[in-house]
């Protein structure tokens, strides 16, 4: 859960780490910013955080269906992103950033409001803009394109 006035994200059920759980959220809220969570985006965002973080299918599972009630609840940003940024090297949270940028274009399409987004967030997490456009452009890279 979020705690408005503190911008910490405290974990929705104790076994959920906040960290893991303000990660899931934010990529979460990525994954319908085009009003859709197809399954390639929910295969995407599963494979990172269980890769991140070692989790097995049902705890990513567990922690995907506890960022969806947060999400569902308010998405606040600021204290989301501010807690990673706190708790997360540069280089975890460009990978972060990167996870982003797969899963709005996993789907095929690139709409406004994802970019939008993206940047958004990449601010948030304290990415210089160069940095989020070099993240953009590895996973181009990976995709060939």
């Known amino acids: 859960m979020l705690t ?3 911008s910490e994200v405290q974990p929705a059920q104790q076994q959920h780490d906040p960290l893991r759980l303000a990660t899931a959220a ?8 085009d009003g ?3 399954p390639v985006e929910d295969g995407h965002m ?10 097995s299918p049902d705890d990513t599972r567990e922690l995907v269906e506890a960022a969806d009630e947060i999400r569902k609840k308010t998405v606040d940003h600021f204290a989301l992103t501010h807690y990673i940024r ?16 797969r899963l709005v ?9 994802e970019t939008y987004l993206v ?19 590895a996973v181009l890279r990976e995709r060939g394109e």
């Open 4 to 6: 408005g006035r503190t």
């Open 26 to 33: 934010v990529l979460l809220d990525i994954a319908y910013a």
């Open 36 to 38: 859709k969570f197809s």
């Open 46 to 55: 599963a494979s990172f955080l269980s890769e991140r973080f070692a989790l």
């Open 86 to 101: 706190k708790n997360s090297p540069l280089a975890e949270r460009i990978e972060i950033v990167k996870a982003m940028w």
């Open 105 to 113: 274009y996993s789907d095929g399409t690139l709409t406004g409001s």
């Open 119 to 137: 940047r958004k967030l990449a601010d948030l997490l304290g990415l210089e803009h160069h940095v989020m456009i070099e993240a953009k452009s």
